[in-house]
């Protein structure tokens, strides 16, 4: 079997090297899912962690997540990806496949453009209940997961996949990661009953949903391509700004047209800090407590 040899790299991630065993990855960074070998604590964790969540996304998370928890089984210990896989391809084409941890780009955009999410297949432990650097099973099937199930959001990740595949080409993948960092990460959403959360990265975790939609101190800024990618972020605090969008509709709309006139333009603006505000531009107050 070809292995893995390529080292992983993100834009903004930590400098601890990734965890997990990649002697076990093929060539695409793909492995089983070792399920034989969790053990019951881990089991016991996982149900853990998933309960705390389920009671704190409700009210927070946008609609269409909470509605796609249901095919995440019931969450009494760490669930088969082949099963999920069962309903997933039914409901819209995807399917997961186990990954030791973070993965090269090229293979991560590659196996999104043939709508295959990654997920991790080792747990955090214990003593990283509260807090985890990088990303683990829990935070790739909790945060990630459901959303595959809505299609319109199922084809933005697809359309990313390809996208990232041809900014890799253009030398313009940490424009692109801006865009997942601010989206399928850390987005949020305009409702009626107001701000909801769909970014993984938020929905996974339980201080900055509350953060997020009602403290005063972020900024919560209209969805725009061509802002957001010119906007850094950080990696080991909440959020000082937020991207919001109107619908799923918008992000999907915003990746298909051809970037490469966008990543030229972007070459000539200056960066943005992680928190600043333009003037003109449209902001959301925070949800009342």
């Not at 793909?30 to 016991?44: F, G, I, K, M, V």
Request: net charge negative; hydrophobic share 40%.
């Amino acid at each position: 079997m070809q292995q893995a040899t390529a080292k992983p790299v993100t834009y903004g991630a930590s400098d601890r090297p990734p965890r997990g065993d990649y002697s076990l990855a093929r060539a695409d960074y793909t492995c089983e899912q070792p399920w034989e070998d969790y053990t019951a604590d881990e089991h016991d964790r996982y149900a853990r962690l998933f309960a705390r969540q389920m009671a704190h996304v409700q009210d927070r998370a946008c609609d269409e997540f909470v509605v796609a928890l249901s095919h995440l089984g019931d969450a009494q210990g760490i669930p088969r990806f082949a099963d999920i896989n069962i309903v997933l391809r039914q409901a819209t084409g995807w399917e997961l496949v186990a990954v030791p941890g973070l993965i090269p780009e090229r293979e991560f955009f590659t196996l999104l453009a043939n709508r295959r999410f990654p997920v991790t297949y080792w747990l955090r432990s214990e003593a990283e209940f509260d807090y985890i650097v990088e990303p683990d099973l829990f935070h790739d099937l909790f945060g990630h997961v459901p959303l595959l199930f809505n299609p319109v959001f199922a084809d933005y990740m697809q359309a990313f996949g390809s996208g990232g595949l041809k900014a890799e080409s253009l030398h313009a993948l940490e424009f692109l990661s801006r865009l997942y960092w601010y989206t399928v990460e850390f987005g949020l959403m305009h409702t009626s009953r107001g701000l909801r959360v769909y970014g993984a990265g938020i929905l996974s975790s339980v201080g900055e949903l509350d953060y997020c939609l009602t403290s005063p101190e972020p900024n919560r800024v209209a969805f725009d391509a061509l802002r957001l990618m010119r906007t850094r972020y950080k990696i080991d605090t909440y959020q000082e700004t937020y991207f919001v969008i109107e619908g799923f509709g918008e992000l999907f709309d915003a990746t298909a047209p051809d970037f490469t006139p966008l990543y030229t333009a972007l070459r000539d603006l200056p960066e943005l800090g992680a928190g600043d505000v333009l003037a003109d531009e449209k902001t959301y107050p925070p949800n009342r407590v």
